[in-house]
């Protein structure tokens, strides 16, 4: 365990400002709460601490003093342009986040994934594969559960490794980090509204590579780019479906190890190039903490045979009158649209419902994938921006909200077509989140087919 600080401010109670306070409390550190936010339910949440907070301060605004303390730990959420960043940068002689809080206390191995898109599909398999090659695992980080409570369940001795889901956010407040295992899956167009430059996104995620002592795992067509923020000497292996010259590749109907095959594709539940694109990453992973006999383990194919993708990731929820339906709510930049785009069976057309809050993306990038497109319903904040991109390349409607967008697409549905819901945007213009505006259309869509009764 490192040398500790005395005192910590926790900045920030959603998701992962909890897990820190848990942490800080199960350790029974003398800690404070700030959040710009104040309700009865956070309060009940501070005072139901089993070793509370010496100080909170709810409803935070500027001018208001903090809590004095050593270190502050941030949510990945505080941008560094806020009035709080800034006044816990004048106030606290420290600042970290909280993956980098809770891996400081972690006692057991940990998995690094990031990339801009299929991360937590990765992070939910390589746990199963960890899992069922007899390695007591769980996921955590930016997958929902935070890393703080993954670490006490290993100091209770409940688990022997942690998969940690990390987004740009969090690396953003991370010293470099020195994962047992870690994976770059990809870079694209995402999050420009918090990044100056697309060289400056790519900096923060090739972050949680650079403190390697064994192989990384990076997509094969970041070669390139790697060389301009990694240390030559960080060893690497690379995975592609397409190039047969990367470590693990496919050949035909078969996942391959450095040209030999492991076994075959097409019993997989799960399709899609991108799809095949993660369970290489995660067999990769696997390998990196449990040997290469792992990937020949019965156990662990039958894993892979049982797996599914957790909701609103190119979830194909509702088939009727020869009509697919697919929730693909996840889907908040133009990389992962293509990727649904692409996955699409080859002789459906589409009704694309794209928009959201607008994070400065180049939607340009969708221009190559729609193809399969008849007509894009585009909503929400970006849907001005969008129809500019697509409208010379397919016929496109802005709708006034989002109920307007999933009729106009139910009505305009026929048989063969595809209904996708892949908003290449976040939510929060609109929704909660991802999750939130998912359940709508699945329910939205129930209700419109019920009424054509």
Request: glycine share 6%; with cysteine.
């Amino acid at each position: 365990m490192p040398d500790e600080p005395s005192s910590f401010l926790i900045a920030g109670c959603g998701v992962s400002g909890r897990g820190a306070a848990r942490l800080a409390s199960f350790l029974h550190y003398d800690f404070s709460l700030v959040d710009e936010k104040d309700s009865p339910e956070l309060r009940d949440f501070a005072a139901g601490l089993e070793h509370p907070p010496k100080q909170v301060c709810f409803g935070w605004v500027p001018g208001t003093p903090l809590p004095s303390a050593v270190q502050a730990v941030l949510s990945p959420g505080i941008r560094k342009t806020s009035a709080l960043y800034q006044a816990l940068l004048d106030a606290v002689p420290s600042l970290s986040g909280e993956l980098d809080f809770a891996l400081k206390r972690l006692p057991c191995p940990y998995v690094g994934i990031t990339g801009t898109n299929g991360k937590t599909t990765v992070t939910e398999l390589t746990a199963e594969l960890l899992n069922a090659s007899g390695l007591r695992t769980q996921a955590a980080g930016n997958i929902g559960d935070s890393l703080s409570d993954a670490v006490i369940r290993a100091l209770r001795h409940e688990i022997d490794c942690v998969v940690v889901e990390i987004s740009s956010f969090q690396l953003e407040t991370m010293e470099i980090p020195h994962p047992d295992a870690a994976v770059l899956l990809n870079l694209a167009s995402d999050h420009m509204d918090r990044y100056d430059a697309p060289e400056d996104y790519a900096a923060v995620k090739f972050k949680l590579l650079r403190g390697m002592r064994s192989a990384c795992i990076l997509n094969h067509e970041l070669r390139g780019i790697a060389r301009r923020y990694l240390n030559p000497k960080v060893p690497r292996l690379t995975f592609s479906t397409t190039r047969k010259t990367a470590f693990y590749s496919m050949r035909g109907d078969f996942f391959c190890r450095d040209g030999k095959e492991l076994f075959a594709v097409s019993p997989l539940p799960l399709k899609g190039r991108h799809n095949m694109e993660n369970i290489l990453a995660s067999l990769g992973l696997l390998e990196s903490i449990r040997g290469v006999d792992a990937l020949r383990s019965e156990e662990v194919y039958q894993a892979l045979l049982n797996f599914r993708p957790a909701a609103h990731r190119q979830e194909l929820f509702l088939e009727k009158n020869g009509v697919r339906y697919v929730d693909d709510s996840k889907a908040t930049n133009p990389h992962a649209v293509n990727a649904a785009l692409d996955a699409v069976p080859e002789n459906s057309r589409v009704i694309l419902i794209l928009g959201g809050q607008d994070k400065d993306m180049d939607f340009n990038e969708l221009l190559p994938h729609l193809k399969p497109v008849r007509l894009a319903l585009c909503v929400g904040q970006a849907s001005g921006r969008i129809c500019e991109v697509i409208r010379s390349h397919v016929k496109t409607e802005q709708c006034s909200s989002f109920e307007d967008a999933v009729r106009r697409a139910c009505q305009a549905a026929g048989k063969g077509d595809t209904v996708l819901l892949s908003p290449a945007c976040a939510s929060f213009d609109m929704f909660r989140g991802y999750a939130e505006r998912g359940d709508v259309f699945q329910s939205l869509v129930r209700k419109l087919l019920a009424e054509e009764k």
